[in-house]
């Protein structure tokens, strides 16, 4: 096979598993990994049954120039446990055994910036901070300054608005600071940095390149996590507005009196609420909405791209990209051929767009289909840069060397789930809408705890369930899932 090949060729550079040393370069790379929120699966270029509307050529060049994975998995179904899993190699259900939305990070967990500073990388986050918990808060262990970067420029929240990003305005607002609807000026290290004017996505990629410009003296790692295209999802520039013909509609205004549900009138609550669900939106302009501030964010990935090969850069730079979670049905998001999406365990939950580059060192034009995790970014970047990873309790492999019959496990609130091979066992169900999801929605084959077999590689939108067919395999996988818990769960 022609993957393998290449490859092979490529670990003659450089190779390691877990606590093998990796050959040394004669020059460190730099490190780009490029998060994204929410992104439905189909909503990726690059995958070959794509859906054709979601216009990201900018993503499939950069996927083009290396690898891309169709089976990438996150370690949870929402935000901030997987990008627990993600900062750190480890399965965040080792210390958060209750699987919650609100992992933490504890002080003994290393994170990919605390390995790279201490080999000598300058370190910086800019974009979204979410790891579970202590929100807005500088002096935690979760904010980034505590776990390794030296510079941060961005938010501790699940989201933050688009467009509000000034001082005045959050002044005049009554609760700018709720863990899903935060607006005002963006955390800046030890302060905050307000902006008069500008859209946040646009924002975010001026200051990576500013970032990368001024980092000449050692190699960089930077966390470039947009919250694109996490909601709001409406608010977008209007030359994208005007591209898809939809109509704007007016910002959060603090002197509004307008209410919704349990929030008071004029709260910045109240405006998140009302068109962060279907109702005042409806199925045909929420995917308009969606694709409007999809194309904005590739276009803003391609500007950073360029500037990075403008730099002379991109020879010396490894860019990994990924979505945090599956895409959810709330966005407009589309996730076929996969079943439900955010908040569940189902495939369209878990598995996301996710590619690798590095010119010259990672052959260009490849797909890797076997399954693969953000855990594994880690021992990746370490195997590139030449880390030893002592940790035994580090459950990422190296990207480019997937295991086959690898065991991966997914515990999410009341719900769990465990792939080994082919095979997807799970108890997981779908009952977290109290309304109704996008039509663009992949309804469950069945919502309840019972267990449920799939054959992936058959079957990866879980359509047809063979448990009873095959018993033996039901025990077989609810065993590796069981003893991997008992082994695990208590030791980080």
């Not at 990726?44 to 990201?56: G, I, L, R, V, Y």
């Not at 859209?199 to 990368?212: F, R, S, V």
Request: glycine share 8%; proline share 5%; aromatic share 10%.
């Amino acid at each position: 096979m022609k993957n393998i090949l290449i490859i092979a060729l490529f670990f003659g550079l450089f190779s390691c598993k877990n606590n093998v040393q990796s050959v040394k370069k004669d020059k460190a790379p730099n490190v780009l990994l490029i998060v994204v929120d929410d992104q439905g699966y189909a909503d990726f270029e690059p995958f070959k049954n794509h859906d054709t509307s979601a216009e990201t050529p900018n993503m499939g060049k950069l996927a083009k120039s290396g690898m891309v994975f169709t089976q990438a998995y996150t370690t949870a179904p929402v935000c901030s446990p997987s990008r627990v899993g993600m900062l750190t190699g480890k399965n965040q259900i080792r210390w958060d055994k209750y699987a919650s939305w609100g992992p933490g990070l504890p002080d003994s967990v290393k994170t990919i910036a605390e390995y790279l500073k201490e080999a000598g990388y300058a370190t910086a986050r800019i974009g979204k901070n979410d790891l579970g918990k202590n929100f807005h808060k500088y002096d935690v262990r979760e904010y980034p300054l505590k776990h390794g970067y030296d510079e941060f420029l961005g938010f501790s929240a699940h989201a933050h608005d688009y467009w509000l990003l000034s001082q005045e305005m959050k002044d005049r607002t009554p609760d700018p600071n709720g863990t899903s609807a935060v607006l005002g000026p963006l955390m800046h290290n030890n302060g905050v940095k307000s902006y008069d004017e500008g859209y946040l996505t646009d924002i975010l990629t001026d200051e990576a390149i500013q970032y990368i410009q001024k980092s000449k003296d050692k190699p960089f790692f930077l966390t470039l996590a947009y919250n694109s295209v996490h909601h709001l999802i409406h608010e977008v520039p209007q030359k994208y507005l005007d591209k898809y013909d939809v109509k704007p509609i007016p910002n959060y205004d603090p002197d509004s009196l307008m209410a919704y549900a349990k929030h008071k009138p004029g709260s910045y609550a109240a405006y998140y609420d009302k068109y962060s669900r279907l109702g005042d939106i409806q199925d045909e302009d929420l995917r308009k909405y969606y694709l409007a501030n999809l194309n904005c964010l590739d276009d803003n990935i391609g500007k950073l791209l360029e500037s990075i090969k403008n730099q002379g850069l991109d020879n010396e730079t490894l860019i990994i990209f990924l979505s945090d979670n599956g895409g959810t049905p709330l966005n407009g998001a589309n996730n076929s051929p996969l079943t439900a999406g955010k908040y569940s365990i189902w495939e369209g939950g878990i598995r996301v767009p996710m590619a690798i580059s590095w010119l010259g060192k990672i052959a260009a034009g490849q797909t890797q289909n076997a399954y693969v995790s953000a855990m594994d970014i880690l021992p990746t970047i370490a195997s590139a840069v030449g880390i030893k990873l002592t940790d035994n309790t580090i459950d990422g492999i190296n990207l480019l060397q997937p295991e086959k019959d690898r065991v991966l496990v997914w515990k999410w609130q009341k719900t769990w789930a465990v792939r080994k091979g082919d095979w997807k066992l799970t108890n997981t169900n779908e009952e977290h809408w109290k309304g109704r999801p996008s039509n663009l929605y992949i309804k469950p084959i069945r919502d309840d705890f019972t267990l449920k077999l799939f054959n992936l590689e058959e079957d990866p939108g879980e359509r047809i369930d063979l448990s009873t067919q095959y018993p033996d395999k039901v025990k077989e996988l609810e065993t590796a899932y069981q003893n991997w818990c008992d082994t695990n769960i208590g030791k980080y």
